[in-house]
């Protein structure tokens, strides 16, 4: 399986190179074979004499006799912007590629189908249904028959999905050191953060970087991974960007859940899983540097892959000529005009327009210094960071009218302006909110036009999980289309070809 001795090519990538980033070398040669393709990044692991001496020195003992700390290290993969990473708008010429990857599509929706009639034959009645293939272990699982494991995508799905979470990873790194880089430590520490939390602001793009090197690696190395972009950011201050970033980080975590149970490759799944496990951690940290309850819901939802890309694209301007594109949609943008604010001591109090900047995951603008409660040192009313901010007022509540507006399709977007908005759907009928477990919908009401934009407004619904968790709460995702079909986050992305606008990320609580 190695087409070139000494040149360890993972076709079968082995158990531990892909994650650890195996060193490989890629060569014309043999990528003009053209089977088994070159696959991880071509870096060579190294040994930093200095952190080895550190750690022998601190334990007192010679680094011979400390297992694996003479090993050889994989590297990061390194970003393409490097140093001075500068931000704001596409101002480059228009792009000479516009659209969403694609080829032939076979039809426009994908049909809504019976169950498998196999997904209702097992009877979990306490018994082994089925013959063990060794002791300890029942019968069934996927990948559990002893075959090697291979980190590689193994279909255009995994392919696109892992590259858009590369996409998101890459904004992510460069949001969390930018907002490090912005602001100073008088802003930091007005916002209730010590040198320790700003410390673990540095750590999560650390944390990043190794994301950004596993998908990178995922994608099969130089040939499948795609650079670090420009982006333009909508935040002003220490409290805005932390809004931004829990929004962004909620799209993010979101974004993969909607997936991961679809890859081909569950080695691909696994892997993800133990990186948005932490992207999960990041989001809640960030709501808690926003003075926002930590989580105030019992369950997590997965939103489609052209949703999550919808709501990245307007935050990256530019990116260099050898990035990959995307195959998913980006639909024309909602806009939620009285969106709770979460800077306010009193959000029932939130009036039309109280975000900042632009796109889904505008920030809540920071209101007058006797209304913010950034700061505010009154219990039930301080959204300054903290573990745990529980709000006298919630930010919304069942029955809250919401207002809307969204745009037609046809406009660039994303990276060099080279993406296009587009909907199948017929004009819209209904909010869908998307949250937890389930959707739920509600009537648009009042649909008006003007000036190339379209308004409208809705009554946020009173739904639950389970008896005690109201479904519609944290920084959720509402869209507006032409069906009330039922859905769930395991099919989703069968609403698509009926969303004429969003989605948007409502700031439920
Ligand atoms: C449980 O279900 C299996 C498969 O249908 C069946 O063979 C077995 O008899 C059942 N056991 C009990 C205790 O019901
Ligand atoms: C092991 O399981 C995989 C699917 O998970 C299957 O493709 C493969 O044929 C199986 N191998 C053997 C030896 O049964
Ligand atoms: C985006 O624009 C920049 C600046 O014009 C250009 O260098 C880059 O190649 C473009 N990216 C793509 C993917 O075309
Ligand atoms: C919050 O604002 C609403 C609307 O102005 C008001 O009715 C309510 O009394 C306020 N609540 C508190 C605790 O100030
Ligand atoms: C809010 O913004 C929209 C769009 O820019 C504008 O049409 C509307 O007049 C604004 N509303 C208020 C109350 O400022
Ligand atoms: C805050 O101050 C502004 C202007 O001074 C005033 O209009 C507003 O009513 C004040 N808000 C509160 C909650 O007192
Ligand atoms: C907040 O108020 C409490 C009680 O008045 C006081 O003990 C505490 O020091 C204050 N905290 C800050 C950060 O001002
Ligand atoms: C927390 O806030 C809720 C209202 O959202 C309130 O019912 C509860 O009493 C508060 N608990 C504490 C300990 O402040
Ligand atoms: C969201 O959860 C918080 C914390 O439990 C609660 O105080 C608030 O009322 C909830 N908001 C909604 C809209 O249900
Ligand atoms: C989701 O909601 C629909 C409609 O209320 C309901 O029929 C379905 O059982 C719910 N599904 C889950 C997984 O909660
Ligand atoms: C929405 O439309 C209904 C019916 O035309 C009207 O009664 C209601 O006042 C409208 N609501 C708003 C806020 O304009
Ligand atoms: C869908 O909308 C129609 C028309 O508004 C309504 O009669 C029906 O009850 C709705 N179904 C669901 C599942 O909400």
Not at 193 to 219: C, K, V
Not at 261 to 272: F, G, I, T
Request: aromatic content about 10%; some cysteine.
């Amino acid at each position: 399986m190695f087409f070139k001795a000494g040149v360890a090519v993972g076709f079968i990538a082995a158990a531990s190179a892909v994650p650890q980033a195996a060193t490989t070398t890629s060569s014309p040669t043999a990528s003009s074979t053209g089977y088994p393709l070159p696959y991880s990044y071509p870096q060579q692991p190294s040994v930093n004499s200095a952190a080895i001496s550190s750690v022998a020195s601190h334990a007192g003992i010679p680094a011979s006799e400390i297992p694996g700390a003479t090993n050889a290290v994989p590297p990061i993969v390194s970003s393409q912007v490097t140093g001075v990473t500068s931000h704001g708008p596409y101002s480059g010429p228009p792009p000479t590629t516009t659209g969403a990857i694609s080829n032939s599509p076979a039809g426009t929706a994908i049909p809504m189908l019976p169950p498998n009639p196999t997904a209702l034959v097992y009877n979990p009645n306490g018994t082994l249904n089925n013959q063990q293939p060794i002791p300890y272990q029942p019968a069934g699982g996927l990948g559990t028959n002893g075959t090697e494991p291979v980190y590689r995508v193994q279909s255009d799905f995994d392919y696109q999905s892992i590259l858009l979470g590369l996409y998101q990873e890459w904004i992510e790194l460069d949001l969390f050191h930018n907002i490090l880089a912005t602001f100073s430590e008088e802003e930091f520490t007005a916002a209730g953060l010590t040198p320790s939390d700003r410390f673990l602001i540095e750590f999560m793009a650390d944390q990043e970087s190794g994301h950004a090197t596993l998908l990178s690696n995922l994608l099969g190395g130089p040939s499948g991974a795609t650079p670090q972009c420009t982006y333009n950011y909508p935040f002003t201050t220490v409290h805005e960007a932390f809004d931004f970033t829990q929004k962004l980080t909620r799209f993010g975590e979101s974004g993969v859940w909607g997936f991961q149970a679809h890859l081909d490759s569950r080695e691909c799944a696994q892997l993800l899983d133990q990186s948005i496990a932490t992207e999960a951690r990041q989001q809640m940290i960030f709501r808690q540097f926003a003075g926002l309850f930590p989580m105030p819901v019992w369950f997590e939802t997965g939103i489609p892959q052209s949703w999550a890309w919808t709501l990245l694209a307007p935050y990256i301007s530019e990116c260099p000529a050898n990035s990959k594109r995307l195959v998913w949609q980006n639909f024309p943008a909602l806009h939620v005009l009285n969106q709770p604010n979460s800077a306010r001591r009193n959000a029932t109090q939130t009036g039309f327009n109280e975000t900042t900047g632009f796109g889904p995951a505008a920030p809540s603008s920071d209101p007058p210094a006797n209304e913010t409660c950034v700061g505010y040192n009154v219990t039930g009313f301080d959204c300054s960071a903290s573990v745990s901010q529980n709000r006298s007022v919630p930010l919304s509540y069942p029955g809250r009218e919401v207002f809307l507006s969204w745009e037609n399709p046809g406009k660039a977007v994303g990276p060099n302006n080279s993406y296009i908005t587009a909907t199948s759907a017929g004009p819209p009928e209904f909010v869908l909110w998307v949250s937890q477990l389930n959707i739920t919908y509600s009537p648009l009401t009042n649909i008006t036009a003007r000036n190339g934009m379209n308004y409208g407004q809705t009554i946020q619904p009173d739904v639950s999980t389970y008896e005690g968790d109201p479904a519609i709460n944290g920084t959720m995702f509402i869209a507006l289309t032409d069906t009330n079909t039922s859905y769930t986050a395991f099919n989703l992305s069968n609403v698509n070809p009926h969303v004429a606008a969003g989605p948007f990320l409502y700031q439920a609580g």
